[in-house]
């Protein structure tokens, strides 16, 4: 039996999904096990997090281009020795949980508790194994702090895994296992019941749209995406999900009945029916988050890319593209003509589907935990 700790933080919610997925695996598969589930940060300094927690949703939401800069810079420089060195004081007060839960494994989604834990380690304070999930597309420097005392990581494709081990990382650290995700999106369901559960008609390709939740970002470009949805064809039914925006979801229901199309959209808040949403769909407009995008790659899904956070996202969005599974919707973009390219050329859209569920690893969350607890 061994006692499991599974850190994460609060900065976008792929990390705590992430890790919920790890967790809901070994608890599910691997019983034998003491798992918990903890937010490193909150833990460390709730003040900190919740001011920075808050920081990162305003710059990431009104000011873009600075959590661009701020991505960036952190790389190298003086602003990643200021991260790194912030994350070593903060890990003597995470030191505590440390000693007494005693943990065998530690197991982290986000690059602040891998450097905590692994500077810990450094130190002689633990002898814990530690494996360090990258819930992204392209590799960050900040994930590879302390990598030296990091016994895993766990990366999303074939790229991140020759950029870590050009890094001096040994290979037999690295996995190629995708992004963890829920086990739901394993799961067959019965596309007529979720088709009537939502009043849609079958035989129409439908289209599932994230209007970016929480962050809003980009919102008159959401809103113009949207109604050029509604104004391509009558043969496409649309399911757009607002998140926990009111604001969103009111314009967006104000757009539905702007386009008489109340029979062909359906207006959703927050949902937890995502992966049965994701099978009935043909395409999925979002902004490229780890976590939808390796939702949307396990369900087969191509996608259309729209308001990618600077840094990260943006780094997902080329991948995507790159790969032949995403069309990355610019500025000045004709979104109607793109869909109704897309949609006329069904060769081009099956290709991406295709391309989809090659790199896509919907047994990512159960290859992760096998690989960590069945040495």
């Keep these: 039996m061994k006692n499991i700790l599974i850190f994460y933080a609060s900065y976008g919610g792929g990390h705590l999904n992430a890790a919920k997925s790890i967790h809901e695996c070994i608890s599910k598969y691997h019983k034998n096990n003491n798992v918990e589930l903890i937010d490193c940060m909150k833990y460390v300094n709730k003040t ?8 990162y949703r305003e710059a990431a939401k009104k000011v873009p281009w600075v959590w661009g800069r701020i991505y960036n810079d952190s790389q190298k420089g003086p602003l990643a020795h200021l991260s790194t060195r912030s994350n070593k004081i903060m890990a003597i007060k995470l030191l505590r949980l440390l ?15 891998s450097q905590m834990c692994s500077y810990l380690k450094r130190k002689g304070k633990i002898t814990a194994k530690i494996a360090t999930i990258m819930t992204d597309f392209a590799p960050h420097d900040q994930w590879l702090v302390g990598s030296d005392f990091t016994d895993y990581f766990f990366v999303a494709n074939d790229k991140m895994r020759d950029y870590l081990i050009s890094t001096a990382i ?4 690295v996995f190629v296992t995708g992004i963890p995700l829920s086990n739901r999106f394993l799961q067959k369901y019965d596309r007529k019941e979720i088709l009537q559960n939502f009043q849609l008609e079958d035989g129409k390709k439908n289209i599932l749209f994230f209007g970016g ?14 109604n050029s949805l509604m104004e391509t064809s009558e043969d496409m039914q649309i399911i757009a999900i607002s998140g926990k925006n009111e604001k969103m979801k009111a314009k967006f229901e104000e757009l539905v009945k702007k386009n008489h199309a109340t029979k062909r959209v359906r207006v959703l808040k927050f949902t937890n029916q995502i992966p049965e949403l994701m ?8 902004k490229p988050g780890g976590m939808t995008t390796s939702e949307s790659l396990a369900s087969g899904l191509p996608m259309l890319i729209m308001n990618p956070i600077p840094g990260q996202e943006e780094e997902n969005a080329e991948f995507l593209e790159k790969k032949g599974v995403g069309i990355w919707l610019k500025k000045d973009d004709n979104v109607s003509k793109i869909l109704h390219n897309l949609f006329l050329n069904s060769n081009k859209l099956r290709e991406m589907k295709r391309n989809a569920l090659l790199i896509g690893h919907p047994n990512a969350t159960k290859n992760i935990c096998d690989i960590l607890l069945n040495n």
């Excluded at 939740?213 to 949207?226: A, M, P, Q, Y």
């Excluded at 099978?279 to 979002?286: A, F, Q, R, Y």
């Design 213 to 226: 939740g929480e962050f809003g970002l980009g919102k008159s470009r959401t809103f113009s995406i949207l």
């Design 279 to 286: 099978s009935i769909s043909d395409l999925v407009v979002t």
């Design 48 to 55: 900190v997090e919740k001011v920075s927690t808050a920081a």
């Design 99 to 113: 000693r007494e839960k005693q943990p065998d494994l530690i197991i982290s989604t986000h690059p602040f508790s």
């Design 170 to 173: 040994a290979k037999e650290k």
